[in-house]
């Protein structure tokens, strides 16, 4: 994902094929969740884990389109190394995918 990000689409395509994959990726975490709560607590740590893979592999689309973006003046240094760390986040990376978005339109 962050090599196509960054060789081939523009900041815009990385940032809209990012918000895509995280919104497709609510359901799954929402079905770990209610797995690791309240069907097999023992796999807990596993699907911990396994939701940080995930989180970590679908925000490449993200960090891409940050990186572009500020290698072609269209955002900030700062901007962007924030968007980077919030792509490493639970949560945030659903709401920074969304902010990148909104911005490189």
Not at 4 to 14: C, Y
Not at 42 to 52: I, K, S, V
Request: with cysteine; charged share 10%; proline share 4%.
């Amino acid at each position: 994902c962050l090599v196509f990000g960054l060789r081939s689409a523009s900041p815009a395509l990385a940032a809209k094929w990012n918000l895509f994959v995280k919104l497709t990726h609510i359901p799954f975490y929402i079905v770990i969740l209610l797995l690791s709560f309240w069907v097999m607590p023992l796999f807990a740590p596993f699907f911990f884990f396994l939701d940080a893979a995930v989180l970590l592999l679908s925000s490449g689309f993200g960090i891409a389109a940050a990186l572009r973006a500020r290698k072609e003046g269209q955002a900030a240094t700062g901007w962007a190394v924030l968007h980077i760390l919030l792509h490493c986040c639970f949560v945030l990376d659903v709401i920074s995918a969304f902010l990148i978005r909104k911005k490189l339109r």
